[in-house]
Structures are given as structure tokens and as C-alpha cells.
Nanobody, 118 residues
């Protein structure tokens, strides 16, 4: 089980940028480093969807809706995963969460709200 803490959300106008951060402060590096990490998001009334993932070898994958706009990265020395979001759109409005792949149900954090007014 990893304790995950997300931050960096906020209100931003369409076309703007945000950088989300996910920390795993209580996870030892021997557990964090080999774990594929991912960002998920849940819009109001919607389900929680996979946005981007990064493997232990830094291979990345993106949902079609964010390709070319979002970049996922990780810093294993800091046990941290980032999501750089550029050219934000109103449809990106959601609560953003990080977790692993496969998901650890007990590791969901409080998420961080991203709001892009239409």
C-alpha cells in the first residue's frame, strides 16, 4: 500500500498550464521505483479514467484526449510523479488522482481539483 498525496491543481483559463505533483512520502524506493505510476481523473458525474502512465523504465502512455498536451514524468529519488498539463481545455475539468498500475484501491488519495472554465 502506498500513501499518495496529490497537489498542484487550481483554476486556470483555457489555454493555460498547470503542473500536478504526486508524492509517495512513506513508500520506500525499492517499492516505488519498480512500480508503474499513473494519473487518473474523474469529472463531475463521470467515472475515473486513466490519463497517463509511466513505467519503471520511464516508458509513457497517454489517453487520446490528452496526447500532445500532457506530459507525465517521475523522479524516483523523490518518489514523485508529475503531470505537466498544457493548453488546458474546459473538458479537462476534473479531480486528478495518482495511483499505480494495477490500481491499489487502498492507495487513492484525496486528489487535486483542476477547473478550466468554459
Amino acid at each position: 500500500q502506498m500513501l499518495l498525496v496529490e497537489s498542484g491543481g487550481g483554476l486556470v483559463q483555457a489555454g493555460g498550464s498547470l503542473r500536478l505533483t504526486c508524492r509517495a512520502p512513506r513508500t520506500i524506493t525499492s517499492v516505488f521505483n519498480p512500480t508503474t505510476m499513473a494519473w487518473y481523473r474523474q469529472a463531475p458525474g463521470g467515472q475515473r479514467d486513466l490519463v497517463a502512465s509511466i513505467s519503471s523504465r520511464f516508458s509513457t502512455s497517454y489517453a487520446d484526449a490528452v496526447k500532445g498536451r500532457f506530459t507525465i514524468s517521475r523522479d524516483n529519488s523523490r518518489k514523485t510523479v508529475y503531470l505537466q498539463m498544457n493548453n488546458l481545455r474546459p473538458e479537462d475539468t476534473a479531480v486528478y488522482y495518482c495511483n499505480s498500475i494495477p490500481v491499489q484501491d487502498s492507495s487513492w488519495g484525496q486528489g487535486t481539483q483542476v477547473t478550466v472554465p468554459g
